[in-house]
């Protein structure tokens, strides 16, 4: 009986020592083992506000974080059906490490049939890192950055 509690206690507090949290993107919160979809809100501003839609495959165990970013400019239908079909593959339980994956950056240019310019007639793949305080591009490009 000794024995039996000792492990029980010994795996309670590995598990407690060991437990990682949740990987947050937006509006989604994945925690170890859990795949997750929603939103990074970009507020309204000068110019009109956007929901990007993003997915976060948080692996059960530790490892690396890849960001995929699909459909920057309007016209990247192939990268944004590849990146709903790499979701539907992920198995988070079976992973280490995680997988965040925006699968439509520019949802203002592929909503309006635009090939490259937004709602503030810039280049969303030239705004790297972005600007907190600046236009839809430049905001958003800081927005999707994980916490």
């Known amino acids: 009986m000794k024995h039996g509690i000792v492990v029980c206690l010994v795996s309670f507090v590995a598990t407690g020592l060991f437990a990682r949290d949740p990987l947050s993107v937006g509006?989604?919160?994945?925690?170890?083992?859990?795949?997750?979809?929603?939103?990074?809100?970009?507020?309204?501003?000068?110019?009109?506000?956007?929901?990007?839609?993003?997915?976060?495959?948080?692996?059960?165990?530790?490892?690396?974080?890849?960001?995929?970013?699909?459909?920057t400019h309007g016209y990247e239908y192939r990268s944004i059906i590849a990146l709903q079909r790499v979701l539907a593959a992920l198995d988070p339980a079976l992973m280490s490490g995680s997988v965040i994956l925006v699968q439509m950056a520019n949802p203002t240019t592929f909503y309006g049939r635009r090939v490259y310019y937004g709602a503030d007639g810039k280049n969303l793949n030239r705004m790297y890192p972005g600007d907190p305080k600046g236009r839809s591009a430049s905001g958003s490009r800081t927005r999707s950055r994980p916490r």
């Open 27 to 71: 509006s989604v919160a994945a925690n170890p083992g859990q795949k997750v979809s929603g939103w990074i809100d970009v507020p309204r501003g000068s110019d009109e506000g956007t929901k990007i839609p993003v997915s976060v495959a948080h692996g059960a165990k530790s490892g690396p974080v890849l960001a995929l970013i699909a459909g």
